[in-house]
């Protein structure tokens, strides 16, 4: 199991970067949570330099998903706090999540690639028994074709998730674990829980949603 590594916050506006110490014990709190949270041992976690302009407090970690040394799927999750709350969020907390993983051509092809992609993330947090409001997101497939000096590397599709919601049950550790899971899903690795009802299916609360069956390295 990967747990987050600890390191301090990162303060948002223009009073630059706070300490632990000085950051209002919600957040504290909050990012204890994360720091405790325990995930699949393919999710590889780092510190990350936190946005300063989108709260007062902010918590950053990057991930990657590594099988065999090869990497899968990579993203970012930053936990925002502002002790005022904002009315976009309905909340005082918002997570930001990004998640990109390469796939194969038939399930890039895949037209119902990005509701697929959306119910991947809403699953995820259910099977979590992560408390969320207010999602939002976007799900963007990226097709590139090499030329040149690349010509010899075969074409490559990506799929990026970005998505935010507000923790409605701070259980913070939940969220982190249900991001953990998105990564490896988009990486096509098999959901632990529920168990999978065939090859290439995960078993959801919204019944059994397809996986892209993957299992070569990011393009770099």
Known sequence: MAAVGGHPAQGGGTGGGTGREGAPSEFRAAMEALEGARLRPEVQLSPAPAPRRLAPYSFAVTAAVEVDGEELADGRLVLLYDPAGQEAWNGEFRVVTMTRAELEPEM?????LSEVGWAWLLDALQAHGAGYAEPSGTVTRCASQYFG???DRPSSTEIEIRASWTPADGRFERHLAAWGDLLCISAGLPPTSP???GPNEVTSLGGVVPMPARRRPRSH
């Open 149 to 151: 000096g690349l010509a």
């Open 108 to 112: 890039a092809g895949d037209p119902m």
């Open 195 to 197: 168990a999978p009802q």
